[in-house]
């Protein structure tokens, strides 16, 4: 499967997307005129991703999607992200790990798309934490991811995530390692709603699951808000 490069579409999307929002129907969807205009026109499917990321994020309006880092950078800029927390947490920690960080960034294709995967898992998890994606909304998710990608085996994972109950636990056994489920929590903290009480606690029990350092979970919050702000 290739789900590295599905993420990476739908997380430099982001930008589109809220130009898209940003510039309503400026330009008719006319070629160069406005943003929605550019959106449409743009190269390797931004409008197709951009309207997957916007189903999967329901209500949110990816206002979380506006950092610099996830938006410009797609999927490399998500391990970068990773690797400056788990950096800084191994800096501050005695007990942390030694050695650098084997992020998303810094791994080579056979371990990124496993790694890709995890991430996707947990974002597609993380679009259901406020309990917004129902059978409808599902179907519609499903359609616009099967534009993305023509990959049988993709899709039909895919569709199994979607379909599957919230379990964190489930999520959090798809990080195969410490870095891999430092990823996984960060690419959650960009989906969800921390305000919403429904989200949070999912946060919450998806970190318990993963099984990471308190000081860890701190710093990946951190950078996300750095980012973010």
Do not use: C
């Not at 519609?140 to 039909?156: F, P, S, V």
């Amino acid at each position: 499967m290739n789900t590295r490069g599905l993420l990476d579409q739908l997380l430099k999307s982001g930008q589109d997307l809220l130009q898209q929002k940003a510039g309503g129907n400026s330009g008719g969807g006319k070629s160069g005129n406005g943003n929605l205009g550019s959106l449409l026109t743009g190269a390797g499917g931004g409008a197709l991703a951009a309207g997957a990321l916007g189903l999967l994020l329901g209500n949110k309006s990816a206002r979380k999607l506006g950092g610099k880092a996830l938006t410009y950078g797609g999927l490399a800029a998500l391990g970068v992200l990773a690797y400056k927390a788990y950096g800084n947490w191994q800096a501050q920690q005695a007990s942390a790990p030694n050695g650098e960080p084997q992020t998303l960034d810094r791994l080579p294709a056979p371990q990124a798309e496993l790694h890709s995967q995890a991430i996707l898992k947990a974002l597609v998890a993380a679009a259901k934490a406020d309990g917004h994606v129902d059978a409808r909304e599902r179907q519609l998710i499903e359609e616009e991811l099967a534009k993305l990608t023509q990959d049988a085996e993709l899709r039909g994972w895919l569709d199994a995530e979607l379909n599957k109950p919230l379990d964190p636990a489930d999520v959090a056994r798809a990080a195969g390692t410490p870095e891999m489920a430092a990823e996984m929590y960060l690419a959650s903290v960009l989906m969800v709603d921390e305000e919403h009480f429904m989200e949070r606690a999912y946060l919450e029990e998806l970190a318990r699951q993963l099984r990471l350092d308190p000081g860890l979970k701190l710093e990946l919050e951190r950078q996300v808000r750095q980012e973010l702000a």
